[in-house]
Nanobody
Framework: QVQLVESGGGLVQPGGSMRLSCVAS????????MAWYRQAPGKERELVAR???????NYADSLKGRFTISRDNAKNTVYLQMNSLKPEDTAVYYC??????????????WGQGTQVTVSS
């Protein structure tokens, strides 16, 4: 089992910045990917950004240039730096991990979510 705990959410003004963190713990063998998703009220959960164990990354097209995902493999931690925040970025942000305890077995885990509110 892998546990994910997010932190760093809260209230920020439009144009501001915020950094989210997610720490993975438990019986970790290999976290092949870690990602951030978000879900706004009345909308489906969507991928924000994903970073793989080799450092490669992908982003939602609409967020490129404003959001940056990074990870510290030694700390089993993934970060999401969010700049130039807009009210439409308001959502619950979820951490997601892809865990591969063996080559043939993949597990997926979610964090509990952290609220990000962009408002003046």
């Amino acid at each position: 089992q892998v546990q994910l705990v997010e932190s760093g959410g809260g209230l920020v003004q439009p144009g501001g910045s915020m950094r989210l963190s997610c720490v993975a713990s438990g019986s970790i063998v290999s976290l092949s990917a870690m990602a951030w998703y978000r879900q706004a009220p009345g909308k489906e959960r969507e991928l924000v950004a994903r970073v793989f164990s080799d450092g490669s990354r992908n982003y939602a097209d609409s967020l490129k240039g404003r959001f940056t995902i990074s990870r510290d493999n030694a700390k089993n931690t993934v970060y999401l730096q969010m700049n130039s925040l807009k009210p439409e970025d308001t959502a619950v942000y979820y951490c997601h991990a892809t865990h591969q305890p063996t080559t043939w077995h993949t597990e997926y885990y979610w964090g509990q979510g952290t609220q990000v509110t962009v408002s003046s």
